[in-house]
């Protein structure tokens, strides 16, 4: 694996992590998601200095090869295991929301009745 | 005395729902009546207030005539109802017919009712692809009922006591079409009836029927027919 790969996944790690950690600090991403990103970051790192481990890895036990594949496939593993996870995010959401909004509406309309019950009383 | 609620689901209905009321004040059954707006942009909320009965209004829309099912099994559970019937506010189901459907719930020979339009093939019989649709449906949802049923995405039907339970409180999902309304009550161990109904065609402004639903639907009701299959070992536990 050529030095500029390896130069270009270390320096988009250390973008991610500065992101991911931001964002944690910032309170704009929930930790148990930041794991992942985490990973990815951790893993773009790492192949700067893993780079046999993971020709290893891909040659003899994969079947890859070439091993700058390698990079190419976690990465869309990552993302497939995340869009999927954000999907069942997303569903449940839509769970809640659908909850919310009937709950509201009746907690709105039993409010309504109490609320307009007296004006209604004193004419 | 058993107390039965009559929910009308609207959307931009303000053209149809006066007329829809006033159909089930003066023709219908003796039941209370809530009008669940999904957050219609039109005075839906202003013509339901103006005869006096309660609505519950959506703050966003939910999507569909299925995104208000949630509102109405909440409420009818809150308020401890013996019968749920859900009428829709386009004016194409008919306040006399009520009381075909509202029978079995209340004389408990049934816990979901569906009103169909082709058992007696009277009335408005809803346009060709749609009909072929249905057909198709009812045949895979009889199968899995174990009992003929002809016109299983009605939107005129009553729901007892258990099914409104088993919404309101075990099984708190979206519910995306009338396939896994029926499934879902099926397999938890509702028992099942159809009665003949007469509906008319709506009278004013459009059904939510769009030729993109028309394309998704088939694949989204199979889908949704999976899940219900897939969930049914759950589902019995819970009356179980």
Not at chain 1, 98 to 110: G, P
Not at chain 2, 134 to 154: E, H, K, P, Y
């Amino acid at each position: 694996m050529g030095l500029r790969i390896k130069l270009f996944a270390f320096c988009i790690g250390l973008l991610f992590f500065y992101f991911v950690f931001r964002s944690i600090r910032r309170n704009n991403m929930r930790p148990a998601y930041a794991v992942l990103w985490i990973a990815i970051s951790v893993f773009l790192l790492s192949v700067s200095v893993l780079e046999p481990l993971y020709r290893w890895i891909a040659i003899s036990i994969i079947g890859i090869v070439d091993a700058r594949h390698v990079i190419y496939i976690v990465l869309i593993g990552f993302l497939l295991i995340y869009v999927f996870h954000l999907t069942q995010t997303i569903s449940k959401m839509a769970d809640q929301i659908q909850m919310l909004v009937s709950q509201l509406s009746i907690v709105e309309d039993e409010l309504g009745r109490t609320t307009t019950m007296p004006k209604s009383a004193d004419k | 005395m058993k107390r039965v609620l009559v929910a009308v689901i609207a959307y931009n209905e303000g053209l149809n729902l006066a007329n829809t009321l006033q159909d089930l004040r003066l023709n219908g059954p003796a039941a209370d009546v809530v009008v669940i707006d999904n957050a219609s942009t039109d005075d839906t909320k202003a013509v339901a207030l103006a005869h006096g009965v309660p609505v519950l209004s959506h703050c966003v829309n939910s999507g569909g005539s299925m995104g208000t099912v949630m509102s109405y099994f909440l409420y009818a559970h809150r308020n401890h109802y013996d019968c749920l019937c859900q009428f829709d506010g386009d004016g194409q189901h008919i306040a006399s017919e009520l009381p075909r459907i509202i029978e079995p719930v209340l004389g408990e020979r049934a816990d979901y009712v569906i009103g169909s339009r082709f058992l007696k093939r009277e009335g408005f019989q809803s346009t060709f692809v749609r009909r072929v649709a249905i057909r198709v449906f009812a045949w895979i949802d009889s199968l899995f009922v174990g009992q003929r049923l002809t016109d299983v995405t009605s939107g005129f039907r009553a729901y007892g006591p258990r099914v409104v339970e088993l919404f309101a409180r075990h099984h708190r999902h979206e519910l995306s079409d009338t396939n896994q309304l029926l499934l879902l009550s099926h397999f938890a161990g509702a028992r099942i009836s159809e009665v003949p109904v007469r509906m008319r065609a709506r009278e004013h402004g459009v059904s939510e029927f769009s030729p993109w639903v028309a394309l998704t639907f088939p694949f989204k009701g199979v889908v949704n027919i999976l899940g219900c299959f897939l969930q049914r070992k759950k589902i019995r536990k819970i009356w179980a």
